[in-house]
């Protein structure tokens, strides 16, 4: 066998950057904002979950749009927002000026962060860095950068929770690349284990409900088709028949989760709550 043919990506070895590149394009499309704004009381309670001290230095990791951001930046801590998609960074910028937050905005990839060891206090993530194509490299990455003492926040989508579903719906008509983690493993305490165990002193989890409120069944389709990048492209991958297929699947899956009876959508979506304590 050839250097070449050995270092080729197998099913058990996915090209891991091609995953990187059509993610970014994913995320890049649309605009998540107009989704991920509406998540802001996580970063909240994530923010209480750490127990956050004012004058403490934050990592924000793929911050998307900045709400763990903006609730570390109003306790008065010394706050750095990175993503590696400049629109969401450049909404983060304009949400922190809005409320005069002071914050410093980086583009950065969660995969390779550009700060030194042990630089801060507390870090933390919001549905963000559970995307990552490479999990051990990202988590690993979290861990360098926190100090010891310190803290790691992490909010993730669980598997059986309604992002989780979404998910795996979609998977369904477009299957994922052969051999790539799913990124709701994050939302499990025993992945969380695996990759964080050997470095922590402490790994608390406990499972949170986000509650999706929108005006009816068609309003959060319309959104999250044309908002939400990886919902985005799956329907722009599909032909007419593919697609009519799977805005059936999502309407069934928003019917078994809505606890609503007036038409609107109220949503309880699952997600793992976890605070890790760098040893």
Known sequence: MSTS??????????????????QHGAWSSGDYAVVGTTLQIVGEQLCEAVDLRAGSKVLDVAAGNG??????????????????VPALLKRGRERAA??????????ADAEALPFADATYDVVLSTFGVMFTPDQDKAASELARVCRSGGKIGLANWTPQGFIGQLFKTIGQHLPPPAGVKSPALWGTAARLEEMFGSQASEIAAEPRMFVFRYRS???????????YGPTLKAFAALDESGQAALKRDLLALLREFNHADDGTIVVHSEYLEAVITKR
């Not at 069944?217 to 908002?227: A, G, R, Y």
């Open 217 to 227: 069944p068609d309003h959060w389709l319309d959104i999250f088709k044309t908002f």
């Open 98 to 107: 809005a409320e005069h937050l002071m914050v410093e905005f980086r583009e």
């Open 5 to 22: 043919a050995a270092l080729k990506p197998t099913a058990a070895q996915p090209d891991l950057a091609a995953v990187k590149q059509r």
């Open 67 to 84: 709400n763990a951001t903006l609730a570390a930046a109003r306790r008065w801590c010394d706050v750095t927002s990175t993503d590696y």
